[in-house]
């Protein structure tokens, strides 16, 4: 059969389909009955229609999404335990977490594919130490992952200073023979203190062109793009597709061919310490939008991460998520499956529109370093913050199990390992640090207060 089932049909215009709605609404407001705005200030239709749809073009990428497993090395052999077991059940991609210098043959040891991609998250600045990662992980695909202007956000200081951080980037990428990933910018860091969607686009936008700006003479080949996932499933979607498309938008504008890979976890922001199974229930439609939306590499955090320390069970169910999502949910090569997807499609355009208007003014402005510095991102961030927690606690914003249905039988003081809440040390720097923060603190605290 050639003819399509469609072709019986006449064709329902987007004007027919809003007088058809405004009939049926029997003189209520249509603007105010259904239509709805973000915090974003993106206004949600009740439809969207071919007529005022406008494809999106989206740089593809070039394989399926890889599944990242996260390791932090406190004890050498026991890291490279836990990174060839993984390997073995499914990972394909090992990320190291550590504080310190470690004995880098210990953790390279056995672990042979050249296949695997094996990334670093490294909470200190050394150039040697780092060349040495290089050099033993010469025939892998290695990802250093330096962001000096990350550990500024995060931590309101530079490593050592801004000229002598930027001066081992520098020597870094000059020396760097074996064509490793060295830079990253770290998205998540913005999310997880409570920034809108189209902020963390803009904000990873103007972070990046920082470093574009100040190694303009060599570009780096390519920069990870560090960026958490929430439970807003379509507009997460939009958020990774919108950010490719600014992306490409400013390389083609400096006419450099660096490449963004796109690394995604879920989000803490949202998760929560009693009724702790809903995390998983939330984690899966997040690693759902991850791959949807087109990243690279995902690496799913465990249901109970807020609360206890990593462990085989926690670690198992998170990886197993996202093996049947890509091995038994047909979620492969899914990147494109959002490709035409009116809804969406307009969320793309909107979120990169307001996003790239947001990184122009942060541009007219000095830049993103001098924003930080004037505490602009971060009250911007904060005021957010602030209404994203107003919703939250007046139960507008709803986390089943915590604000909305909660069991008052739960008891999870005896089970804490780790603790829970924001950290603040009172410290001198030279900015306000960003301060990751879950919406469900507050309320959790004065749960676990109860119990006692």
Same mark, same amino acid.
């Given at each position: 059969?050639?003819?399509?089932?469609?072709?019986? !049909?006449?064709?329902?215009s987007?004007k027919?389909?809003k007088?058809k709605?405004?009939?049926d609404?029997k003189?209520?407001?249509?603007?105010n /009955?259904?239509? =709805?705005?973000?915090?974003?200030?993106i206004?949600?239709k009740p439809f969207?229609?071919?007529?005022n749809?406008?494809?999106?073009?989206?740089?593809s990428?070039?394989?399926?999404?890889?599944i990242?497993?996260?390791i932090f090395?406190? +004890?050498?052999?026991?890291?490279?335990?836990?990174?060839?077991?993984s390997?073995k059940?499914?990972a394909?991609t090992i990320?190291?977490?550590?504080?310190? #210098?470690?004995?880098i043959?210990?953790?390279a040891?056995?672990?042979r594919?050249?296949?695997?991609?094996i990334h670093?998250q490294?909470?200190?600045?050394s150039?040697? !130490?780092?060349?040495?990662?290089?050099?033993?992980?010469?025939?892998?695909?290695l990802?250093?992952?330096i962001d000096i202007?990350?550990n500024?956000?995060?931590?309101?200081?530079?490593?050592?200073?801004?000229?002598?951080?930027? &001066?081992?980037?520098?020597?870094?990428?000059?020396?760097?023979?074996?064509?490793?990933s060295?830079?990253?910018? /770290?998205?998540?860091n913005?999310?997880?203190?409570? $920034?809108?969607?189209?902020?963390?686009?803009?904000?990873?936008?103007?972070?990046?062109? &920082?470093y574009?700006?100040h190694?303009?003479?060599n #570009? #780096?080949?390519?920069?990870?793009?560090?960026?958490s996932v929430?439970?807003n499933?379509?507009f997460?979607?939009?958020?990774l597709?919108?950010f490719?498309c600014?992306?490409?938008?400013l390389t083609?504008d400096?006419?450099?061919?660096t490449?963004?890979h796109?690394?995604t976890?879920p989000t803490l922001?949202?998760? /929560?310490?009693y009724?702790?199974? /809903?995390n998983?229930?939330r =984690?899966t439609t997040e690693?759902?939008s991850?791959?949807l939306?087109?990243?690279? =590499?995902?690496?799913?955090?465990a249901?109970d991460s807020?609360?206890?320390?990593?462990?085989e069970?926690?670690e198992?169910?998170?990886?197993?998520?996202?093996?049947?999502?890509?091995?038994?949910?047909?979620?492969i090569?899914?990147s494109?499956? $959002?490709?035409g997807s009116?809804?969406i499609e307009?969320l793309?355009?909107?979120?990169?529109?307001?996003?790239?208007a947001?990184?122009?003014?942060?541009?007219?402005?000095g830049?993103?370093?001098k924003q930080?510095k004037?505490g602009?991102?971060?009250?911007?961030?904060?005021?957010?913050?602030?209404?994203e927690?107003?919703?939250? +606690?007046?139960?507008?914003?709803?986390?089943l199990?915590t604000?909305?249905?909660p069991?008052? +039988?739960d008891?999870?003081?005896?089970?804490?390992e780790l603790y829970?809440?924001?950290?603040?040390k #009172?410290?001198?720097?030279l900015?306000?640090?960003?301060i990751a923060?879950?919406?469900?603190e507050k309320m959790e605290?004065?749960?676990?207060?109860?119990?006692?």
């Amino acid at each position: 059969m050639n003819d399509s089932l469609f072709d019986n !049909f006449s064709s329902v215009s987007s004007k027919q389909w809003k007088q058809k709605i405004q009939f049926d609404l029997k003189g209520a407001d249509y603007n105010n /009955t259904l239509l =709805t705005t973000t915090n974003d200030g993106i206004t949600i239709k009740p439809f969207y229609h071919q007529d005022n749809s406008e494809n999106i073009s989206i740089p593809s990428i070039d394989k399926d999404f890889r599944i990242g497993q996260s390791i932090f090395i406190s +004890d050498e052999q026991k890291a490279n335990f836990l990174a060839i077991d993984s390997l073995k059940r499914g990972a394909e991609t090992i990320l190291f977490i550590a504080n310190e #210098p470690f004995d880098i043959k210990k953790i390279a040891n056995k672990i042979r594919s050249e296949e695997i991609e094996i990334h670093f998250q490294l909470n200190f600045l050394s150039e040697t !130490f780092i060349q040495d990662l290089i050099d033993e992980f010469y025939n892998k695909k290695l990802y250093i992952n330096i962001d000096i202007i990350g550990n500024l956000v995060k931590s309101g200081n530079w490593f050592y200073n801004l000229n002598k951080d930027h &001066e081992i980037i520098k020597n870094i990428l000059l020396n760097n023979n074996h064509n490793s990933s060295i830079l990253q910018v /770290t998205a998540s860091n913005y999310q997880e203190a409570g $920034a809108t969607t189209i902020q963390e686009v803009a904000y990873a936008l103007a972070h990046a062109n &920082e470093y574009l700006n100040h190694f303009d003479k060599n #570009p #780096p080949q390519q920069i990870q793009f560090n960026f958490s996932v929430g439970t807003n499933y379509f507009f997460e979607i939009a958020k990774l597709r919108a950010f490719r498309c600014l992306w490409k938008l400013l390389t083609d504008d400096y006419d450099i061919k660096t490449k963004a890979h796109i690394f995604t976890q879920p989000t803490l922001r949202n998760k /929560t310490l009693y009724d702790y199974n /809903t995390n998983m229930l939330r =984690t899966t439609t997040e690693c759902m939008s991850a791959i949807l939306g087109g990243a690279d =590499t995902i690496s799913n955090i465990a249901y109970d991460s807020v609360y206890h320390k990593k462990n085989e069970f926690g670690e198992r169910i998170s990886r197993n998520q996202l093996l049947i999502l890509k091995e038994e949910s047909y979620f492969i090569n899914a990147s494109e499956y $959002a490709n035409g997807s009116y809804y969406i499609e307009s969320l793309t355009k909107e979120i990169a529109d307001k996003a790239l208007a947001i990184f122009k003014d942060i541009e007219k402005g000095g830049g993103f370093l001098k924003q930080l510095k004037e505490g602009t991102i971060q009250r911007k961030i904060k005021e957010a913050a602030d209404k994203e927690q107003a919703q939250f +606690d007046n139960g507008k914003l709803v986390l089943l199990g915590t604000n909305k249905h909660p069991n008052m +039988d739960d008891k999870m003081n005896d089970t804490i390992e780790l603790y829970p809440f924001a950290k603040t040390k #009172p410290r001198k720097t030279l900015i306000a640090p960003v301060i990751a923060k879950r919406l469900a603190e507050k309320m959790e605290q004065e749960r676990l207060n109860d119990e006692t």
